[in-house]
């Protein structure tokens, strides 16, 4: 190996493009810091077919795969152990880097052992939160305990099998550690701070959505996911708007809760105070925070989403759950708050309103809380990782 430049990376991941969601974004990030920085990359993912292409200055590999039959948008497929293992070899890879634990990561799980080329695990969902997707609302209700346990040790299971596991918060990382996960190391996701920061005014996003001047913006943006928590948003919308009639509640993304969030506002006579965007573009997604006057997220099963990290990136208050992970991020009344109900979260919400001098300080300390989880120095950590575990294996 000549260099850190010259680092040869397997990515193993059933999650990526075209699909729209955090870990897709935050391995777009990984890839981009890492081409930036000399590093080669090969991406082992799933597609409707087979194929090989040359994807944004990487190799992708995609499997054959089917939709999951209780979660659409997701795909999966069988594990190629062989075919990888021929792949990985002729790619000579120095460094496998697995993005989950079902077949992809199976894959880099079974060439790390038959190769001996390291394995790096990313920590991104904690699964037995969301073990409803997989099995369906009637067993998960009836086999909770059962299922998370199980989940539990699955997890377990496969990420011992990682040389070491990143985790983006420091949070889950203690929940790991103390689950029994060995060699957990906590590296943040990073943010594109020049892509999301504060000179951008908003207004494209304000115009593409027939949002005035003068309307208050508060945001959610995300996968619309029963777990979510939006209806909190639902909930508190009376209150607020019962303060100030210029308040809007952007819910920007799509997900399986939408329909059923849309008849709740519609139930509570609220429509005229939502909207609903479904996907946003990418080119006006830095307009939406923007735009925004609140950033909003209620969710108590997050490990650390990029849109929270992003919020923070364009200079913007955060209103989080309390007891969620989240609250490393959002210091409870210094860039934000951190809510147990829909009636704090009006509270809170309409205190950052009312007052600029507060919304702009707010602003100022998530910016500066984001600088400190940038892409340059995300990248920076998971080079030198690569390169320490490369040279164990060489030395």
């Not at 080329?117 to 409803?132: A, D, K, N």
């Not at 985790?167 to 203690?174: A, D, L, Q, Y």
């Not at 019962?242 to 709740?264: M, Q, R, T």
């Not at 969710?299 to 990029?306: A, H, I, R, W």
Request: some cysteine.
């Amino acid at each position: 190996m000549g260099g850190l430049e010259e680092l040869r990376i397997g990515i193993f991941t059933e999650t990526y493009k075209p699909q729209v969601n955090g870990v897709v974004a935050s391995i777009e990030n990984l890839r981009k810091i890492l081409i930036q920085k000399g590093c080669r990359l090969v991406i082992f993912t799933v597609g409707e077919v087979s194929d090989i292409q040359n994807e944004d200055s990487c190799i992708v590999h995609r499997f054959k795969s089917v939709n999951f039959p209780s979660y659409p948008e997701y795909r999966v497929t069988l594990p190629r152990f062989h075919k990888i293992e021929n792949l990985v070899k002729m790619y000579d890879l120095e460094i496998l880097h697995s993005h989950g634990p079902f077949s992809m990561g199976l894959n880099a799980s079974y060439a790390h052992r038959k190769l001996g080329i390291p394995l790096v695990g990313t920590f991104h969902t904690l699964l037995p939160e969301y073990m409803h997707y997989l099995v369906g609302k009637r067993l998960a209700k009836y086999a909770s305990r059962f299922l998370k346990g199980y989940s539990w040790k699955f997890l377990k299971w496969y990420y011992s099998r990682c040389d070491v596991v990143t985790c983006p918060s420091m949070g889950v990382t203690n929940l790991l550690k103390e689950k029994g996960f060995k060699n957990v190391l906590f590296i943040s996701n990073g943010i594109d701070t020049t892509r999301f920061n504060t000179s951008i005014n908003g207004s494209r996003f304000r115009e593409a959505y027939g949002l005035s001047d003068d309307e208050k913006i508060i945001l959610y943006l995300g996968r619309i996911g029963f777990e979510k928590n939006i209806h909190l948003i639902v909930q508190a919308a009376p209150l607020i708007v019962k303060e100030d009639k210029k308040v809007k509640f952007v819910i920007a993304g799509s997900g399986p809760a939408e329909k059923d969030l849309i008849s709740l506002v519609k139930l509570g006579g609220l429509s005229e105070y939502f909207i609903f965007t479904g996907f946003v573009p990418n080119e006006i997604l830095s307009d939406a925070y923007a735009a925004a006057d609140i950033f909003v997220t209620l969710s108590y099963t997050e490990n650390q989403p990029l849109t929270v990290l992003e919020a923070l990136s364009a200079g913007k208050p955060l209103i989080v759950a309390r007891a969620s992970v989240l609250t490393e991020f959002v210091k409870d009344g210094q860039n934000g708050f951190a809510v147990r109900d829909a009636e704090e979260f009006a509270e809170r919400a309409m205190q950052i309103l009312r007052n600029d001098t507060l919304k702009r300080k707010m602003g100022e300390e998530s910016r500066s809380i984001a600088e400190q989880h940038s892409l340059q120095k995300i990248g920076d950590q998971i080079v030198q990782l690569y390169s320490s575990l490369s040279s164990d294996q060489h030395s």
